[in-house]
């Protein structure tokens, strides 16, 4: 059995990004995806970019389904490279620039967080705050829920 993000712990997750977005005052949006890239929760700050909305479900789909970090894209994607062109296969819809990171508890991969709307290296460090919120488990004590899922290639 593997860890299920609940709707509780993606909210807490988006507040925690938004409170990091709100000190350092880039409006963004926040999304979080369940292991198959379907969104639990997304918040679109006062003042962010409509586009970010898309972008910011990308971030964490790619990174839920492939589970890599968006920003490992880049280098691998660049010609000559490993995955050269993979934005554009039939993958469809890849981000291949930072701000989208795969969740992780015991080993398996359980979902995404993705933020959109600030700089490449804002976009990361606030994603970063939501993410240590979902691997640390489930907020305010409540049960983590399990379910069959899949690991991570090695």
Do not use: W
């Not at 972008?55 to 968006?70: H, P, R, Y």
């Not at 705050?129 to 290639?153: D, S």
């Amino acid at each position: 059995m593997v860890d299920v993000i609940t709707m509780d712990q993606a909210l807490a997750a988006v507040d925690a990004s938004v409170s990091k977005a709100k000190t350092m005052r880039v409006p963004v949006v926040v999304t979080v995806v369940d292991a198959g890239g379907h969104v639990i929760a997304q918040v679109k700050m006062d003042k962010a970019m409509f586009i970010s909305i898309r972008v910011s479900q990308k971030k964490a789909e790619t990174s839920a389904l492939s589970f890599l970090t968006t920003d490992s894209f880049a280098a691998r994607s660049t010609p000559g490279a490993e995955l050269y062109g993979i934005q554009e296969s039939a993958c469809g819809d890849l981000i291949i620039f930072g701000g989208g990171f795969p969740v992780k508890r015991n080993g398996d991969v359980i979902g995404g967080i993705g933020v959109s709307g600030g700089s490449v290296e804002e976009d990361m460090a606030i994603a970063k705050v939501g993410l240590a919120v979902l691997e640390g488990g489930a907020p305010n004590g409540e049960p983590v829920k399990k379910r069959p899922g899949r690991k991570p290639k090695q």
